[in-house]
Structures are given as C-alpha cells and as structure tokens.
C-alpha cells in the first residue's frame, strides 16, 4: 500500500495547515486574510453568551473553516462528566459550526475541584471502560465523532497493563472516535521517559488520526538532574519535532495540521512563518517513505 493509499479525506478540504486564533493577532488576519487551511479556537474561550469573542470568532469563521479544541471536559476523570460543560460545549459547536472537535486523553477536576493542568491517567481496563463511556456521551451530544489527542505526560503509573498506543488503538475501538496525534507530546514523552519516539510513532494507530498538533517545547530538569521537557507552547517548533513529523507525514500521507502557539504569543508573521514551514514540511515529506513503512 503507498502513502496515496492511506491518505485520509478531511473536512477542510485538501490537507493543509492552520494555526490556533488569539485574539491579539485578529487585526492583522482580517486585514491580509492570509491562505490558510483552518482556525482553531478553544472551546471553553466561546461558552459566554456572546460580546467581543463571539463577534471576532464569527469573523473568523466567515473567512476560515474552524477546529474546535477543548481543554476541560477532563474525559479520563474518575467521576461523571460535568454534564452542563458538555452542553456547553454542544451549544458552541452548534454556533460555530467546526469541522471538527477534539479533546485531551487527560483528566482535570475532581469531586468539584479544578486543576489548572492536564493530568495524566493509567491505562487500565477500568480507565479504558470510563473513557470510552465518556467519548460515547460526549459524542452523543454533539452528534458527531471526536478526536482524542495523546498525552504529554512527565509520571507513568505501575498499574498500567496497556501500552499507551494500545490504549488509544483500544479506545478508538470501543468509542469509535478518532485521534489527534500531537508530535510535540510524543517527542515530549519518550525523551522524559527514555523510549524511541520513532518506534512510537511506528505502532501508533495512525489510520485513526483526523488532525496533527505542533508546538514548542520548554527545557527542564527533574530531581536527579535529568532533561525534562514540558509542553509549553510557548516557542516555535523544534527541530526534531519538525524531523519527527515528517515521518508521521511520510506514513500518513498529508493531515490538516496546526501549529499551537498558546504563551508567550509571538507577532501574527512569527506564528504564520511557522505555518509556511509546516507547509514547506508536508509538501517534502509525502515524496518520501519512511523505511518501515508497509
């Protein structure tokens, strides 16, 4: 099977690259209405009743097919959905309209807390059963599938009985969901845990995969002086994170891909430079196979 083979469709159209909107860089979008494939927004940002987002959003949306991102339905909490954040969600995406919708593999409240993280879970039957009945419910009310991004996760669990690519693979089976593959939390992941993002990526269930997540990484150490990375967002993309998604590109064939840029934001040139190299990236990459390819 060739590359060709295995594209996947997509809702935008010819796969291609977009960047997450912030309102600071609105002015100069609407001025020059720059050629790009897509907007993301994150959902919890629009769940107001309307005023200057929803006004700038619309605009937005006018010009530009959108991808809606939420970070705090908290799909692998121990308790139930918050149920009005669901429909929250539900109403946004009603509005809006997105091309598509997707989520955290990670959990953030607790028995009425919140935690400004997104936080890791362990993959047991007992995880994956919960997670799927909250995708199930999730999907349920907004009638339609989601995607269900991979984690950047610095602690792994000892009562974990799947690999995280089983997982996901796992999930996807039982929820009928998709996945958002972010290349910058597999690169994040195998470096604070010492495994081969390469061999990752090779057994990740990539016919699954509706969108692809790009971003910058921050430099840390642990308590025993080792490199830590964490997910930051704050910074371009990395070079071997650009080097780790040509190889996803040359597996999967070309994948709307957006470029996250969420802290420290940069001048609007700076963010769309990074989306003229992913651009640049994908074109290259689908010449080429990657040597285990099938």
């Known amino acids: 099977m060739t590359v060709a083979d295995r594209r996947h469709p997509t809702p935008f159209g010819p796969p291609t690259v ?36 929803h006004r700038r959003l619309d605009a937005i949306r006018e010009r530009y097919p959108l991808s809606l991102h939420g970070v705090g339905l908290s799909i692998g909490s121990p308790g139930p959905l918050d149920h009005a954040h669901v429909n929250r969600l539900a109403a946004v995406a009603r509005r809006f309209e997105p091309a598509l919708v997707s989520e955290h593999l990670a959990w953030s409240t607790h028995e009425g807390a919140f935690f400004n993280d997104l ?65 910058n939390n597999v ?25 692809i997540h790009l971003a910058g ?3 840390d150490a642990d308590d025993a002086g080792l490199t830590l990375l964490i997910d930051a967002h704050n910074s371009p993309v990395r070079d071997p ?43 290259a990459a689908q010449d080429l196979e990657p040597a285990d390819a099938v």
Request: with cysteine; glycine share 8%; proline share 8%.
């Open 119 to 183: 936080l890791p879970l362990p993959y047991t039957h007992e995880t994956l059963a919960r997670v799927a009945d909250h995708i199930d419910e999730v999907q349920n009310a907004l009638g339609r599938p989601i995607l269900l991004e991979n984690p950047s996760t610095y602690v792994v669990f000892a009562e974990s009985t799947f690999a995280e690519t089983d997982f996901l693979r796992e999930i996807v089976r039982r929820a009928g969901c998709g996945l958002l593959l972010d290349v």
């Open 18 to 53: 977009g960047v997450g909107f912030k309102a600071e860089h609105f002015e100069p979008i609407v001025e020059t209405r720059p050629e790009l494939g897509f907007f993301e927004v994150h959902a919890e940002n629009y769940m107001g009743a309307g005023g200057p987002p």
């Open 217 to 219: 990484f921050a430099e």
């Open 187 to 211: 690169f994040v992941s195998a470096t604070n845990h010492g495994y081969d993002p390469l061999r990752y990526l090779a057994d990740f269930p990539l016919s699954a995969v509706g969108e």
């Open 241 to 283: 994170v650009w080097a780790l998604y040509a190889d996803a590109i040359r597996r999967l064939g070309a994948i709307p891909t957006l470029i996250e840029w969420d802290n420290d934001l940069p001048a609007w040139p700076t963010l769309l430079g990074e989306a003229r190299r992913a651009e640049g990236v994908m074109a």
